[in-house]
């Protein structure tokens, strides 16, 4: 039976006279994501994007999954086909809907008609299919409250579809309608989920990842661009920046006070961090802290990093619990690939007593001690990019 995959939008359907720059920005997505699959053929119409595999070795779980993390789309149902007739709804869908109705109790029957023309109202449609059910399961009861599987039938231009239940979507606007930002990528927990996070709301993401040779090794700085390539399941392509940080480490060692260390080596990475930025077409900064997770994320620390960008920095993890960070971590699979361990530069000279409530006076006082410009300039300079694509 021919199956199609209907992809219901979530926030877009809201955005009025915008709505079709978001509508072409998710089916460029869509085709994007999908192209890997072979011939699949995408149409839309009625605030739903129709997905439509056209060869039988085309696996539909594979592409529902691909479906399930592209931002846009709020709900996903896998229907099969049907003529448009009350005939073929009621006798056509069954072998269809079988597998779900049979392990379940309890159900009830929905019906849209997007087509008003069709001759039959939705609670016809919804009492006859009922009735069928019925008979074809006795073991099933009517639960109008609470089913177990509510068997949905919308009625549509073209045809009727049938389906036993939605799959929750990714959510979020589109890739690619809210600008670009530059994510601070460690290799640590929060900031894939930060990226993710910024991605989401329609962000498009590059990274910048800070490695400090030979502390760090090639190993820590491909781990990073493994959780690069992670993400991109949701953001799409990722450019990916890596800065050589270790001079700019050293001399902080050697010329800074201890406790202002980290403070000043982060308002030095969000300085590189924004001059890439600037220099690609970004408009944000994106890091992964959570206030008050560690002596450099408390908002003291934080209004001193601030001082120190021109670009706004977005923190989408900001109010969240690490269980929470982890529970996000696990659902984009990021997780087992950040608790590798690996060094990250940014441990590899920790203070003994960071500074918890530096004051702006103190750390820009600290950080005068030295000319950091050349040294500055040096890294963007010898930044090298690589793009991270989806595949
Ligand atoms: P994460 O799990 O993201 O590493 P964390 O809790 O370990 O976060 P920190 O190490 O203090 O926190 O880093 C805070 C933020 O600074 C990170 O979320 C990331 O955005 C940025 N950051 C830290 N180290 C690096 C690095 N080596 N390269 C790029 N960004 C970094
Ligand atoms: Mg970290």
């Known amino acids: 039976m021919k199956e199609i995959i209907l992809c219901k939008y979530g926030e877009i359907a809201l955005k009025g006279l915008n709505k079709s720059t978001f509508e072409s920005m998710m089916m460029k997505s869509i085709r994007r994501r999908l192209k890997k699959f072979g011939e699949i053929k995408i149409t839309k119409a009625q605030s739903t994007v129709y997905v439509e595999p056209m060869s039988e070795d085309i696996d539909t779980d594979e592409v529902v999954d691909r479906l399930s993390k592209i931002f846009g789309i709020i709900k996903l149902c896998r229907c099969c086909v049907l003529e448009k007739s ?107 989920v930060a990226g993710y996070m910024m991605a989401k709301r329609g962000a498009v993401i590059d990274a910048v990842h800070f490695e400090a040779p030979p502390y760090t090794s090639d190993r820590a700085r491909m781990k990073v661009e493994q959780l690069a390539k992670k993400i991109t399941d949701y953001c799409g392509d990722v450019a990916f920046y890596c800065v050589p940080f270790t001079k700019i480490q050293e001399t902080l060692r050697d010329k800074c006070p201890e406790e202002y260390f980290t403070i000043l080596m982060r308002r030095l990475m969000m300085e590189i961090a924004q001059r890439l930025a600037e220099k690609n077409g970004a408009q944000a900064l994106v890091t992964g802290e959570s206030l008050g997770q560690v002596a450099s994320q408390t908002m003291y620390a934080m209004v001193c990093t601030d001082a120190a960008c021109r670009l706004p920095v977005f923190r989408p993890c900001i109010g969240l619990d690490k269980t929470e960070i982890i529970d996000v971590a696990r659902k984009i699979d990021t997780f087992e690939t950040s608790i590798l361990p690996y060094e990250d530069c940014c441990t590899v000279f920790t203070p003994r007593h960071p500074k918890t409530r530096p004051t702006l006076e103190a750390v820009e006082k600290a950080q005068a001690l030295y000319d950091w410009e050349d040294m500055i300039a040096e890294a963007v300079e010898q930044t090298t990019v690589k793009m991270i694509k989806l595949e």
Request: net charge negative; with cysteine; charged share 25%.
């Open 86 to 192: 009350l005939d073929s709804i009621i006798n056509d869908s069954i072998e269809y809907i079988r597998p779900d109705l049979e392990c379940a109790r309890t159900f009830k029957v929905e019906a849209k008609r997007s087509d008003k023309k069709f001759p039959h109202k939705s609670p016809e449609i919804c009492i006859e299919l009922g009735g069928k059910i019925l008979q074809e399961f006795p073991h099933l009861t009517v639960d109008v409250h609470k089913p177990d599987v509510v068997v949905m039938v919308e009625v549509r231009e073209q045809n009727a579809f049938v389906h036993a239940g939605n799959l929750d979507g990714a959510g979020g606007i589109p890739v690619g309608s809210s600008g670009k930002a530059m994510l601070l990528l460690s290799g640590g927990i929060d900031s894939p």
